[in-house]
């Protein structure tokens, strides 16, 4: 019923940028919050970046002042700027949607399938 699709990843050099896009679709009624996680190999799956819906936003540590994350609440998309990116910021990155669905009581949970940003020279 509710599809998350992300685009926007790749190859890109150390200290270069990405932005990273997801767009929320389906029988969708609201959305509470959108984030973006990311998964490195070998490793578990991480808070990136999170926005509400009244616009608070929270970060990971390894991310601040790097990364910005934004919303588009008329287009249902949440965007990751990312900036001066690190070989450590290689990784699948994950959109999350806490949102509530027509005809559904309470908040449900989606994840998109993930894009994948490789930072190397």
């Known amino acids: 019923q509710v599809q998350l699709v992300e685009s926007g990843g790749g190859l890109v050099q150390p200290g270069g940028s990405l932005r990273l896009s997801c767009v929320a679709s389906?029988?969708?009624?609201?959305?509470?919050?959108m984030g973006w996680y990311r998964q490195a190999p070998g490793k578990q799956r991480e808070l990136v970046a999170r926005i509400i819906s009244g616009g608070s936003t929270n970060y990971a540590d390894s991310v601040k002042g790097r990364f910005t994350i934004s919303r588009d609440n008329a287009k249902n998309t949440v965007y990751l700027q990312m900036n001066s990116l690190k070989p450590e910021d290689t990784a699948v990155y994950y959109c999350n949607a806490d949102l509530h669905c027509y005809g559904t009581v309470g908040v449900s949970n989606y994840w998109g399938q993930g894009t994948q940003v490789t930072v190397s020279s």
């Open positions: 389906g029988s969708i009624f609201s959305i509470n919050a």
